[in-house]
């Protein structure tokens, strides 16, 4: 067996030297390395995919819908449609959204992040491929 020079702490808070065992320090450096990184990892946090919950869609498409402007953003409501690109619930985070609002004027494109709604200045291109890469993230 490998011996190794070990400082020790006495209670008189002076270091002195003793001898040691190889195996066990190395097995004591292996141990905290590993608890080392382990303690930096960072976990992942738990997402729910929530498109399907139509109360939650409608919550968040009646809030976009105050938040148009009438004569600017369409005329008539009646035949306006949202589509969702995706609708998350990621812990530790809140709701992630994006979605459309088609009216019979214009497309308005929203993002949910937390607890804020942005309107935002998208092309339909911009936003499908920022719902594909997200999709493709979170998948």
């Known amino acids: 067996m490998e011996?190794?020079?070990?400082?020790?702490?006495?209670?008189?808070?002076?270091?002195?030297?003793?001898?040691?065992?190889?195996e066990k320090e190395r097995k004591n450096a292996e141990d905290h390395y590993m608890n080392f990184f382990k303690r930096k990892q960072v976990k992942k946090p738990k997402e729910r995919n929530e498109i399907t919950n139509k109360e939650l869609?409608?919550?968040?498409?009646?809030?976009?819908?105050?938040?148009?402007?009438?004569?600017?953003?369409?005329?008539?409501l009646a035949y306006t449609k949202v589509e969702f690109g995706y609708l998350f619930d990621i812990e530790?985070?809140?709701?992630?959204?994006?979605?459309?609002?088609?009216?019979?004027?214009?497309?308005?494109?929203?993002?949910v992040q937390g607890t804020e709604m942005l309107r935002l200045n998208f092309s339909e291109e911009l936003y499908q491929t920022t719902v594909d890469g997200f999709l493709d993230l979170h998948s």
């Open 3 to 22: 011996i190794l020079s070990v400082r020790i702490l006495w209670d008189d808070g002076v270091y002195h030297r003793s001898e040691g065992y190889a």
């Open 92 to 111: 530790g985070h809140g709701r992630e959204a994006l979605f459309k609002i088609i009216t019979d004027k214009t497309t308005v494109y929203f993002a």
């Open 57 to 76: 869609k409608e919550d968040i498409a009646n809030i976009a819908l105050h938040i148009l402007q009438k004569d600017t953003d369409y005329e008539n």
